[in-house]
């Protein structure tokens, strides 16, 4: 998408004596929503993040400088949920694309069934965070969840709790993200695929080249660019979203897997330390900025694929 | 996808002739599925069976528990009860969270897409000041994050007095939702030839009726993309829901549905029948739009 933003529009035309104003008429109702509720909010933050401002302590409210930032660098809570936000990003990501692009790979094949196998296989895709949470929890409970009917079968114990327990509750939380997040990959994934001119793998064919050669140098290489930009989308929207583990673990248990939004959000709505919580936003925001610049330098997103 | 695809490319195709340098049919770019590519039987049916259970087993328990009697521990919803659907539509307030989510995602829908439409038409058509400004804050605004914005938001609708109205959280869902739109729906708009609008400018249409007449219909697989996107994540939002909504009467189904997974002693069976009713319409609306969407994207999303 990124790409094609930084192309010129094909055609800029405009009729002769037609009006100037239309392309600012079409695009004000956007600009307007977008300054009123994206960047006045954006602002506020950045103002509040320089201010004392506790709904709890009003007496304190006003003008602190940078000792929200300095704060924040002795804050252990806020470098464990760092920490743990990393985690959490590039397990989810890694294992969402590996996943995701295997699944494309197998259902761009031609076969029998295959638009039914298309349809739900990328069904989780169009469910909720929260929705996963109740579908997850009841395949967790442990009194009426699958270990119980494992247990039964003489797999496992009973009685585990994989959501109370700090060892698994990292792995049971990703395994259910997984479960919604691969489709998103294989969806953008398969659609790339399917704009892959096929006489390339004929020539390759005739050539020779194997289906590993082909996959190698043809598909990968083509497939370049909407992996990068998937994988940065899916890491900024999974660095943020808090839907899930808010519902599931809560944070928990003992803010083993509060990332760094759902900090915020403890600080800022149960804790009412706006002030602090805006500089832990800008913080996460300028993380995320930086992070994303960089991964698109290195990965040299839009250079020469040969 | 293949007949609404063909009948797309054989519009453009069609009123392309006589344009000059028209370009290539889609037709060539399209199609890496096919012979020379084609893998033995098992290793497609072998990973797409284990996968297939990995995606249907969690659907499969929350069906069983929300049609088995409570207190059973049958694995086959069989014989099914309505009873845990009864609880949540009429006892727990489903009714009312699934006409306020509809509203939402209807809403939020009709916003997105109007705006966008306008929007990224200008963009895609016009070269003009602050073009490349805005298109920067765009991809910005992709990194800020929603949870993080709740606070000056809620200030903001507190002011507006729209704290506690279903509209607070359409105006939201749209602002999130039309970056993305915008960036989507400006290269949909940027495929279609242009001169297939100037002919029709020729033949003295305004610009108004050009548009709606050459340009709309080919958006359709775009538009149904943006637009399903919309609704879908309208109706899955939580956290905007959770914290602008504060009377019962107005929550949405997430909403709801935390509350019921929150309960003191959590009922498993409306839990689950609960989760069954907010996946219904947007598993509807996927099956639907699932053959749209990759034409969507493919058709040049992603690769500009």
New interface residues.
């Given amino acids: 998408m990124a790409l094609a933003v930084a192309k010129e529009p094909r055609r800029p035309r405009r009729r002769a004596g037609g009006p100037a104003r239309l392309p600012f008429l079409l695009i004000s109702p956007a600009v307007l929503l977008m300054l009123g509720f994206l960047a006045y909010p954006m602002i506020s933050v950045l103002y509040y993040s320089l201010q004392h401002y506790n709904v709890t302590k009003p007496w304190r409210n006003g003008f602190a400088g940078a000792e929200n930032f300095t704060k924040l660098l002795g804050d252990d809570l806020f470098w464990q949920s760092l920490v743990f936000s990393a985690k959490w990003v590039g397990a989810e990501v890694s294992l969402q694309l590996a996943f995701g692009l295997a699944l494309a790979l197998i259902v761009n094949q031609t076969f029998i069934g295959r638009g039914v196998a298309r349809a739900l296989v990328f069904s989780p895709w169009a469910v909720s965070g929260v929705l996963t949470t109740t579908i997850w929890m009841l395949l967790y409970n442990p009194s009426t969840g699958v270990s119980r009917y494992l247990a039964d079968a003489g797999i496992g114990e009973y009685g585990t709790s994989v959501l109370s327990d700090t060892g698994t509750v990292f792995w049971a939380a990703v395994l259910a993200e997984l479960w919604r997040g691969v489709p998103f990959f294989a969806i953008l994934i398969l659609a790339d695929l399917q704009s892959i001119p096929k006489d390339l793998y004929e020539a390759a064919s005739v050539d020779g080249a194997n289906r590993l050669r082909r996959f190698v140098h043809i598909t990968l290489p083509h497939l370049k660019d909407a992996i990068i930009l998937s994988t940065l989308l899916r890491a900024v929207w999974e660095f943020n979203n808090v839907d899930l583990l808010y519902t599931l673990t809560g944070g928990g248990p003992a803010g083993a897997t509060t990332t760094l939004p759902l900090y915020v959000a403890n600080t800022g709505i149960d804790g009412h330390d706006f002030g602090y919580a805006s500089a832990l936003t800008t913080v996460a925001f300028v993380i995320l900025l930086f992070c994303s610049i960089l991964y698109l330098r290195l990965s040299k997103f839009g250079g020469d694929r040969s | 996808m293949t007949t609404a695809v063909t009948t797309q490319q054989a519009t453009v195709s069609g009123a392309d002739t006589g344009a000059g340098d028209a370009p290539p049919p889609r037709a060539?770019?399209?199609?890496?599925?096919?012979?020379?590519?084609?893998?033995p039987?098992w290793q497609?049916?072998l990973?797409?069976g284990l996968?297939?259970l990995?995606?249907?087993?969690?659907?499969y328990?929350?069906l069983l528990?929300a049609l088995r009697p409570a207190g059973s521990?049958s694995?086959v919803p069989w014989p099914a009860t309505t009873a845990h659907f009864d609880k949540v539509w009429n006892d727990l307030g489903f009714a009312i969270f699934f006409r306020n989510s509809l509203l939402v995602g209807v809403a939020s829908l009709i916003m997105t897409t109007v705006?966008?439409l306008?929007?990224g038409?200008?963009?895609?058509?016009?070269?003009?000041r602050g073009?490349n400004g805005?298109?920067l804050?765009?991809?910005?605004?992709?990194?800020?994050?929603?949870?993080?914005?709740?606070?000056?938001?809620f200030?903001?609708f507190r002011n507006l007095n729209l704290v506690n109205s279903l509209w607070s959280v359409v105006?939201?869902e749209?602002?999130?939702q039309?970056?993305?739109s915008?960036?989507?729906i400006?290269?949909f708009i940027?495929n279609v030839p242009?001169e297939l609008e100037?002919a029709a400018?020729v033949d003295g249409c305004g610009?108004f009726r050009a548009f709606c007449a050459v340009v709309l219909p080919l958006l359709r697989p775009g538009l149904i993309a943006v637009g399903s996107f919309a609704f879908?994540h309208s109706?899955?939002?939580?956290?905007f829901a959770l914290?602008f909504l504060s009377s019962q009467e107005k929550y949405t189904i997430?909403v709801g549905?935390?509350y019921?997974?929150g309960a003191e002693s959590v009922d498993?069976g409306a839990?689950?029948a609960?989760?069954v009713v907010?996946?219904v319409p947007?598993?509807i609306?996927?099956?639907f739009i699932?053959?749209w969407?990759?034409?969507?994207?493919?058709a040049?999303?992603?690769?500009?």
């Fill in positions: 060539t770019r399209r199609g890496g599925r096919g012979i020379a590519d084609s893998a039987r497609i049916f990973p797409l996968y297939l990995f995606t249907l087993i969690p659907f328990w929350m528990f521990t694995l705006v966008a306008a929007g038409y200008a963009l895609a058509r016009f070269k003009f073009r805005f298109l804050a765009l991809l910005c605004s992709q990194f800020i994050p929603g949870a993080l914005m709740l606070v000056p938001l200030e903001i105006i939201a749209t602002v999130f039309l970056p993305l915008l960036i989507l400006s290269g940027r242009g100037e400018w610009r879908v109706w899955n939002h939580f956290l914290m997430p549905l935390n019921t997974i498993l839990l689950a609960g989760g907010a996946a947007v598993v609306v996927f099956a699932q053959k969407l990759i034409a969507g994207f493919s040049g999303a992603v690769k500009g």
